[in-house]
């Protein structure tokens, strides 16, 4: 035993094994030979009922008093209860985003994340989220450990997003050619969504305490305000019918203006099955929508398109692809090809969606009746009691599908009625048509509006 200065340290040898050489002055502050030669400082503590040594740090970087000191402080911290050397333990082991998104999606793919309403996450959500995590999340911030990531971090991860320091043009499995992966506000609240969901997922696993994304204000996602005008779906009107010209473009055709007619989602539209057609209680009966089962009202105009669709159709789906029997795969480049360069350039699908329920508001529908109509999480209880409200509901897909069918070509509408038998329908849908061209001035101050 002697106190440990530069000269009992620089006169220590080195032996066939390691040993230690203690501080008398300081209990439990010693110093470690190893057999190479290599010098280096620690303490000695009991903790837990166990003996504990933490390593302060080589001789050289440290030198025999900077490293007293350091034994001084963390032999305070002991006898205050801490346990220095299962902290650094515990920091060594502290896994990275990497680490923890690879975590997140082999509990993804097992069902075992649950999205709205408790469910597993859907097929669709897991590859946008995997497409996030690889595209955005583990290139900003994939080395970077879990437990050491703030707020500040996750606000710089939304601003990198946003100026485009992800975007990158990457070859697809499903496309052909590239797909180019953009920044934007979207993109970045979406992705920002996506990392807070992971990092709650951190917590619930204990392996933070904290979610650093919580309270960040995200920027407003402008195409979810995005909705057209009656102009403008004139204007769509004249881009589908020039599509249509091309042979190729036919069924992504017919699939926008079944979205527009509708109100649904781009994969609910593409994955229509004609098992989930119910064209006699004019509704479609989707099995499996991002709500769950969903049954949606339909308009005269989407029924008799159906109807005449299904005389000649083959397969399971209502717009089927190439090959066996599965569903069209053409529509995003489509979609591209043919808004490229128009004055709808900035229009998605998503766009028409929300356009359908905007129209529904102008023509004085009630929130709970547009939630069924377009499957809105707020609509689900009316959808389970369908049989009961189907002339409302029926009456308002009428007027709401048959208004966006004349936008589309090009008129504009003065009134309408209601009625649920075929022809009453018809008739309601010309005489609708008929003011509509008598008076273009488009005012619907006496519009009937249902509830």
């Given at each position: 035993?002697?106190?440990?200065?530069?000269?009992?340290?620089?006169?220590?040898?080195?032996?066939?094994?390691?040993?230690?050489?203690?501080?008398?002055?300081?209990?439990?502050?010693?110093?470690?030979?190893?057999?190479?030669?290599?010098?280096?400082?620690?303490?000695?503590?009991?903790?837990?009922?166990?003996?504990?040594?933490?390593?302060?740090?080589?001789?050289?970087?440290?030198?025999?008093?900077?490293?007293?000191?350091?034994?001084?402080?963390?032999?305070?911290?002991?006898?205050?209860?801490?346990?220095?050397?299962?902290?650094?333990?515990?920091?060594h082991q502290a896994i990275t985003v990497k680490e923890l998104c690879a975590m997140y999606l082999k509990d993804l793919e097992a069902g075992l994340i649950l999205g709205k309403g408790g469910r597993p996450k859907k097929a669709t959500t897991i590859v946008s989220d995997t497409g996030r995590i690889h595209r955005h999340i583990i290139p900003l911030i994939g080395t970077r450990r879990v437990k050491d990531l703030v707020k500040a971090d996750m606000t710089k991860v939304l601003k990198d997003i946003m100026a485009g320091k992800t975007a990158v043009s990457v070859k697809t499995k499903k496309l052909r050619g590239k797909s180019v992966v953009t920044g934007g506000a979207g993109t970045a609240t979406r992705t920002l969504g996506l990392v807070g969901g992971i990092f709650t997922y951190a917590m619930e696993a204990g392996i933070i305490t904290a979610n650093p994304v919580h309270g960040i204000r995200k920027p407003k996602d402008n195409v979810r305000d995005r909705r057209l005008t009656e102009a403008e779906y004139r204007t769509l009107g004249e881009i589908l019918r020039e599509a249509a010209e091309t042979p190729k473009y036919g069924i992504t055709v017919e699939i926008i203006r079944q979205i527009a007619l509708t109100g649904c989602r781009r994969s609910e539209m593409i994955g229509l099955k004609w098992t989930e057609a119910d064209t006699d209680a004019s509704c479609m009966r989707l099995e499996d929508s991002k709500e769950g089962a969903s049954i949606r009202p339909i308009g005269l105009a989407v029924v008799e398109y159906l109807e005449e669709r299904r005389k000649t159709a083959t397969g399971s789906y209502v717009f089927p692809g190439q090959g066996e029997d599965n569903a069209f795969g053409g529509f995003p480049n489509h979609w591209r090809q043919i808004f490229r360069d128009s004055p709808l350039a900035d229009v998605t699908p998503h766009v028409l969606r929300h356009s359908f329920a905007s129209i529904a508001n102008d023509l004085g529908f009630t929130e709970v009746t547009i939630a069924a109509l377009v499957g809105h999480s707020k609509g689900t209880v009316t959808s389970k009691y369908i049989h009961s409200l189907d002339t409302a509901l029926i009456m308002a897909a009428d007027t709401i599908s048959g208004y966006v069918q004349g936008l589309l070509d090009g008129v504009k509408f003065k009134q309408t009625a209601y009625a649920l038998d075929r022809n009453s329908r018809k008739a309601a849908l010309s005489h609708f048509l008929k003011k509509a061209v008598e008076d273009p001035s488009g005012d619907r101050q006496d519009l009937p509006l249902a509830a």
């Open positions: 035993m002697a106190k440990l200065t530069k000269r009992v340290v620089d006169a220590a040898v080195a032996r066939e094994k390691d040993y230690f050489i203690w501080d008398d002055e300081l209990p439990g502050f010693g110093l470690r030979i190893f057999a190479s030669g290599k010098r280096s400082y620690l303490i000695q503590y009991r903790a837990a009922g166990r003996t504990r040594r933490f390593t302060i740090g080589l001789h050289g970087v440290w030198t025999a008093e900077t490293a007293r000191q350091e034994a001084k402080v963390q032999l305070g911290r002991v006898a205050q209860g801490d346990n220095p050397s299962e902290e650094r333990l515990l920091d």
